[in-house]
């Protein structure tokens, strides 16, 4: 049996190892300096826990590294440092929303200390969340990841390039993040010169529910690197970086408002666009 280790037990990365461990892999991770509720995500997904991120790297034959886009070469640097002997041959599969140079960066930190590395990029909510998320896949042993028994996801291998995964989340992600960036915007607004009845009148549901937008609210100290990353990547082909640094600088705000303190899980489905409004003005 595969083993897979994860670095990165939370919502996202709970979710994937959940959908691993429903196909009968082994999937181990450590909760060594991580939160109460990460605990608590990794026991609802059934993960096996051990004591540290050494005996992850150790025992893992595959390790899936889903950490928030600012964290992912630091993480690429501890994993780098906890090669072994037995190093050789294992994946390391950076599923992180990051620029192509930033996956190539971490790819070189991982390959000096003997892993092999493949790029991959996710696209959809947590598999425990809604079955059903893209995992796009690409460097010389993409199609082996891809060969995983994955379960409630969809693995897609985009080619043999590291960068090339990523390049497809920077692109997806700046549709489905810059909308709801717009949207939230517009809440704002309106319902500071006191129209937002009206506004959302005339916008119905096409670019989001409330609950997509609280849903977003709670990641948007994620979305702050993850813009940046956007920034960089198309920077990078020629195409100017001030849309997706300005994203940046609306989600650091929507950080600091008081809906963005609660966790993805726990936002109610019933919320009303006055209280989006209302949350994010405080």
Same mark, same amino acid.
């Given at each position: 049996? #595969?083993?897979?280790?994860?670095? $990165? ?18 999937? @181990? ?7 109460? =509720? ?9 993960? =096996? ?9 150790? =025992? ?39 620029? &192509? ?16 590395? @493949?790029? $991959?990029?996710?696209?959809? &909510?947590?598999? #425990? ?25 969809? &693995? ?5 390039? @590291? ?45 989001? #529910? ?6 977003? %609210? ?37 950080? $600091? =408002?008081?809906? %963005? ?22």
């Amino acid at each position: 049996m #595969t083993v897979i280790g994860l670095v $990165g037990a939370g919502h996202m990365g709970s979710g994937l190892g959940w959908a691993l461990r429903e196909g009968g892999h082994d999937v @181990v991770t450590s909760l060594a300096g991580r939160s109460d =509720r990460t605990a608590r995500l990794a026991a609802d997904a059934g993960l =096996r826990l051990l004591p540290r991120p050494a005996d992850v790297a150790a =025992r893992a034959d595959v390790i899936l590294v889903v950490t928030p886009p600012g964290a992912a070469l630091d993480a690429a640097r501890e994993i780098a440092a906890l090669a072994g002997p037995q190093t050789a041959g294992r994946i390391v599969v950076d599923m992180n929303a990051v620029a &192509p140079q930033t996956a190539a960066a971490a790819a070189d930190l991982v390959t000096a200390a003997g892993f092999d590395f @493949v790029d $991959g990029s996710i696209s959809g &909510p947590p598999p #425990t969340v809604r079955p059903g998320a893209r995992l796009y896949l690409s460097g010389p042993r993409a199609a082996e990841v891809a060969a995983l028994r994955w379960t409630h996801a969809r &693995p897609v291998v985009v080619g043999d390039r @590291v960068g090339a995964a990523s390049a497809v989340k920077m692109s997806t992600a700046s549709v489905y993040k810059g909308l709801m960036g717009l949207l939230t915007q517009a809440v704002r607004a309106a319902a500071a010169h006191d129209v937002l009845e009206p506004v959302l009148a005339d916008l119905g549901e096409e670019l989001g #529910t409330p609950y997509e937008m609280a849903l977003a %609210a709670t990641k948007a100290h994620r979305y702050v690197a993850e813009m940046r990353e956007i920034a960089l990547s198309q920077a990078s082909v020629g195409l100017t970086p001030a849309l997706f640094e300005a994203f940046a600088e609306v989600w650091s705000d929507v950080a $600091g =408002r008081r809906l %963005a303190g609660g966790d993805p899980e726990t936002v109610s489905r019933e919320i009303t666009a006055h209280r989006v409004a209302e949350d994010l003005g405080a």
